[in-house]
């Protein structure tokens, strides 16, 4: 089953070769693009895009040159592309093309890419050299001396505590059907148009499925029934992913109606509790397009960004009006929770590969980092503390603008004391090192696991508790819970329980959670098989289908 990042690349890739097509004059026969799929003999394409197919499909773009098709041309040409090569099946096929043609023609059309650079692009390195839009940048750190890092102390025994629930990737998807096919062949499946399966075993469950479903309506509302009745906590931190991975078929009014519909379900069972959101890829449309400021017309991000600022600052008043100035400009924004405590909430979108907008220029989009730097900078003359929140962690982000955020994480390690993300789905963490000797562990990158079970995993949640609102207090993570939701016995016992999966102070048997805490972890993975066996289950949820040897170990241990 391909990946929505998988069919996201594939689709950037075929219109790469309908635009070139486009630009060339000379017709391209079905019978040739049939030809070319057939003799490429990538009959299991479907699977897995490969180096490979990516160099056959460039070798298609690298044949043609200069024309004038129209666009609506391209999309049939780009549809059988799409359909040749089974990218996807053909009804999938013929809605992604022209969800992606404003796009791809905003982004391409004029600017070509060889092979090599393109493949590199989509696929990384290991396939082939890259395209390379922006070469080396830095940020601009100001000259103000990093003052001396102090390590917090443990709070006294009864100093008050926050609690902060978080929740990320929820992909609620409103077509979801108990007893569709959850075996459909695309991406998304478990839907209302996916019809029955002829095996009923392969039926879509009431309370959720494994196999590449999203969350269906009644889990979102059991999970905010639960967390009403049985949960006391102060803030909420969502990191972003709302819509579902129905990236062939959504429209800009699909993704607004879904943050407006969210936001309500917030409003509803938690009256007074502000909630602070990063916004994820996927809640544009398409899938990971978020244009810098400069893009204006019909190709601008505005439309998402307006949204944003009504939901969160007029109608919810999570925010302040101050915030909506950034906003609108690149949908980032900060503000202070308790006098001491500031969040600062990233777009982390401009940090992603898959945001072809930066294959432009990537250096510094809408100025982000240099903002966040400025920020930082305040609150360390303030004596201020940071949570910073964003969707996508900086491990898995573009390489330039990675080393950029690490330097500015090392600059100010002693201002940011927490760190929240999403994106992946499951459940782990990301350790920073300091700059000069990579040695010393200064900050923490708690990644959550997902709501959606898409793929493979349980639904989650998980609530932190955080040293409170008092004189002297730090703000630093003091322990997190993390609570699922079996997907199995929900569906075999039509009785949803939300349960405590576990707590990181007692399963890996911590004294705190500072960095260095975590890094005595990771050395015990190292050499203690069952302590890594169960960070691997918490990776997964509860619902591990895989075996994990030495070197999958390796892997994730430095992943």
């Not at 967390?227 to 009014?253: C, M, S």
């Not at 503390?385 to 990675?402: D, R």
């Amino acid at each position: 089953m391909k990946s929505p990042a998988i069919t996201s690349a594939v689709t950037v890739l075929l219109f790469m070769g309908a635009v070139a097509i486009r630009v060339s004059g000379r017709p391209y026969q079905s019978e040739q693009i049939k030809s070319i799929a057939d003799t490429a003999k990538l009959s299991d394409v479907s699977l897995n895009l490969s180096c490979d197919l990516c160099k056959v499909l460039a070798g298609i773009i690298d044949d043609l040159v200069s024309s004038n098709r129209t666009e609506e041309e391209v999309i049939a040409i780009a549809t059988e592309i799409c359909i040749a090569f089974n990218i996807e099946s053909e009804r999938v096929c013929r809605l992604m093309t022209k969800e992606y043609k404003d796009m791809l023609f905003g982004v391409l059309v004029g600017h070509y890419l060889s092979p090599d650079q393109l493949c590199g692009s989509i696929l990384g390195d290991s396939c082939a050299v890259p395209y390379d839009p922006k070469s080396e940048w830095n940020v601009t750190l100001p000259s103000t001396k990093k003052p001396p890092v102090v390590v917090p102390k443990p709070p006294k025994p009864g100093s008050p505590q926050l609690r902060i629930l978080h929740l990320s990737d929820i992909h609620w998807d409103r077509m979801y059907q108990e007893g569709a096919n959850a075996v459909c062949g695309d991406t998304l499946c478990c839907r209302s148009n996916d019809g029955k399966p002829s095996d009923p075993a392969n039926g879509a469950g009431k309370w959720g499925d494994y196999r590449d479903c999203d969350t269906p309506q009644i889990v979102i509302e059991n999970l905010m029934q639960h967390l009403a009745q049985n949960e006391k906590f102060d803030l909420i931190y969502v990191t972003g992913d709302l819509p579902a991975h129905d990236i062939w078929n959504q429209t800009r009014e699909d993704q607004v109606d879904i943050l407006k519909e969210i936001t309500g379900y917030f409003l509803k069972y938690f009256p007074g509790i502000k909630v602070f959101n990063a916004v994820g890829n996927h809640e544009s449309a398409p899938v990971n397009s978020f244009p810098p400021p400069y893009v204006t017309g019909k190709n601008s991000i505005l439309w998402l960004y307006g949204a944003m600022a009504e939901s969160w600052i007029d109608r919810a008043k999570w925010l302040p009006p101050d915030t909506r100035t950034t906003i609108m400009q690149g949908g980032f924004y900060t503000t202070m929770v308790y006098p001491g405590l500031r969040v600062i909430s990233l777009n982390m979108n401009f940090c992603n590969d898959e945001n072809w907008w930066l294959q432009i220029n990537e250096t510094d989009p809408a100025g982000e980092l240099q903002w966040l730097i400025g920020v930082l900078q305040k609150a360390e003359d303030v004596k201020e503390k940071v949570h910073i929140l964003g969707h996508i962690p900086p491990g898995w982000c573009a390489k330039v603008w990675t080393a950029n955020y690490y330097k500015i994480v090392d600059r100010y390690e002693s201002t940011i004391v927490a760190q929240f993300f999403g994106h992946k789905h499951k459940d782990f963490f990301e350790i920073f090192y300091d700059e000069k000797t990579l040695s010393r562990p200064t900050n923490i990158v708690y990644i959550g696991g997902s709501v959606t079970p898409y793929s493979q995993t349980n639904p989650s949640y998980r609530m932190y508790t955080v040293d409170g609102n008092y004189n002297g207090t730090s703000w630093v993570v003091l322990d997190h819970f993390t609570h699922i939701l079996n997907i199995t016995e929900a569906n075999l016992t039509d009785k949803p329980e939300w349960k405590l999966e576990y707590s990181a102070k007692a399963a890996y048997n911590m004294k705190s959670l500072l960095p260095s805490d975590w890094e005595e972890v990771v050395e015990e993975f190292k050499e203690n098989d069952d302590m890594f066996m169960k960070f691997y289950t918490y990776y997964f949820k509860s619902h591990v289908t895989t075996s994990c040897d030495s070197n999958c170990k390796a892997s994730m241990i430095i992943m």
